[in-house]
């Protein structure tokens, strides 16, 4: 079981990281204020936990309500994990990269139809289906590193695909409606908990079929096929017998295999979610590496002078980074992020998961063009 605390009678906090991994005091102390919200039973923080806007990023909190909050502002956000009918050791990174900058920009494909086809209603944010947007989404070609279990139908041959994205404007609007209703929490039978979890399905639906577009568009690019080997979404709420569960940067432990990135200058790895892990988890594990520095306080850390911007543009494995936002290109610098192996480290020691592959990144798309960044996309 994680290191657990009670305080004053609050929901009970469990921590699944070790002592000496690097957990910002005021992110614990989010966690702490949320076990403190009336109708909070349980609370999680996950090894990538870290501060976020609205509280903890990393953690699944169960409680008696609907707490609109705790999902965030980019509802349905995920990862999925695709795989390329091309073997890796024949891509050439340049020419890859040049190929993959077509997924940066607007897709001019059949909005309408593909949402139909998938039936999904329309919405005032379907112009952004099939891109990647601001902030750390990304869509990223990658190699297998090793495979750690032969039965885990990884191809160590092949080349995959990994898209981090959610349902851009959705989820903003989502959120920013509970905002002007007071950001109440909601019971799950009222008409106003109804119609919350309507909208969040359908937005968790948009941004599953928003990564599907988006793997579709980067396959097309490099004139291959990609197969879905692993998706879910870290930023939900399930209504489940025992409560509702929030997951705030978790990925769920009992949907299968799981992606959990480091960044984009570090390996990602793909873990099967144990099903002896602890009850104090609340079915979840760690979505990502977690941010170890905040935004703003990348200004200055990396990239000021022109030849570490040239690194900012490159991986330590030789791979490339698209991205002509210069803020973003610092913002999200593999610096950003906690070491990976730590987290992979704790899921491990704490029974939450085992890994079965792990993957290094050849090509990092992000932003092409100088848009604005969307206030969705920024934590
Ligand atoms: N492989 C890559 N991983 C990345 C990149 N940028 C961020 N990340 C990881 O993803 C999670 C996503 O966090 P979220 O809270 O925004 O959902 C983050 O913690 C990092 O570990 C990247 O470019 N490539
Ligand atoms: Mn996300």
Redesign the pocket.
């Known amino acids: 079981m994680g290191n657990s605390h009670r305080v004053d009678g609050r929901a009970p906090v469990h921590g699944f990281y070790a002592s000496s991994s690097w957990i910002e005091g005021a992110a614990v102390r989010q966690l702490e204020a949320v076990a403190a919200i009336s109708g909070v039973c349980a609370v999680a923080g996950m090894p990538?936990l870290?501060p976020?806007k609205f509280g903890p990023?990393?953690c699944a909190i169960l409680a008696d309500h609907i707490h609109p909050a705790f999902v965030g502002s980019?509802a349905g956000?995920?990862?999925a994990l695709f795989a390329l009918d091309i073997a890796s050791r024949r891509l050439r990174i340049d020419k890859a990269a040049d190929r993959l900058r077509d997924v940066a920009k607007p897709y001019d494909g059949d909005i309408a139809g593909e949402l139909a086809m998938h039936g999904l209603a329309p919405s005032d944010f379907d112009a952004a289906l099939g891109t990647i947007g601001g902030?750390?989404?990304?869509c990223?070609l990658?190699a297998v590193e090793e495979v750690f279990d032969p039965n885990c139908g990884i191809d160590r041959d092949r080349a995959y695909l990994?898209v981090?994205s959610?349902s851009r404007g959705l989820g903003h609007q989502l959120l920013e409606r509970q905002v002007a209703d007071g950001l109440r929490p909601l019971a799950t039978d009222s008409a106003a908990g109804q119609a919350y979890l309507q909208a969040h399905d359908h937005a968790l639906r948009w941004a599953s079929r928003n990564r599907q577009v988006i793997a579709q568009r980067a396959a097309a690019a490099l004139r291959c096929e990609a197969d879905p080997v692993c998706e879910c979404s870290?930023?939900c709420v399930v209504h489940r017998a025992d409560g509702v569960l929030h997951r705030k940067?978790a990925a769920p432990s009992d949907q299968g295999l799981v992606v959990?990135?480091?960044?984009?200058?570090?390996l990602?790895y793909l873990v099967a979610p144990l099903a002896t892990a602890p009850k104090e988890a609340l079915w979840s594990i760690a979505?990502?590496?977690?941010?170890k520095f905040d935004r703003s306080s990348m200004m200055g850390r990396v990239g000021a002078t022109r030849s570490d911007r040239e690194r900012l543009a490159r991986n330590p494995f030789g791979g490339s980074?698209i991205c002509e936002d210069r803020a973003l290109l610092v913002e999200?610098a593999?610096e950003?992020?906690?070491p990976?192996a730590g987290?992979i480290g704790d899921l491990e020691a704490f029974g939450l998961a085992r890994v079965v592959a792990s993957?290094r990144?050849l090509v990092?798309v992000?932003k092409i063009a100088n848009e604005r960044p969307r206030r969705e996309d920024r934590?």
Do not use: W
């Not at 902030?135 to 990304?138: K, L, P, R, T």
């Not at 959990?260 to 570090?266: C, I, K, M, N, T």
């Open positions: 990538d870290h976020g990023v990393g980019d956000c995920g990862m902030g750390n989404h990304f990223e990658q990994l981090h959610g870290h930023n940067g959990v990135p480091g960044s984009r200058g570090a990602s979505h990502g590496a977690g941010r980074v999200e593999p950003a992020y906690k990976i987290v993957f990144p990092t992000k934590r």
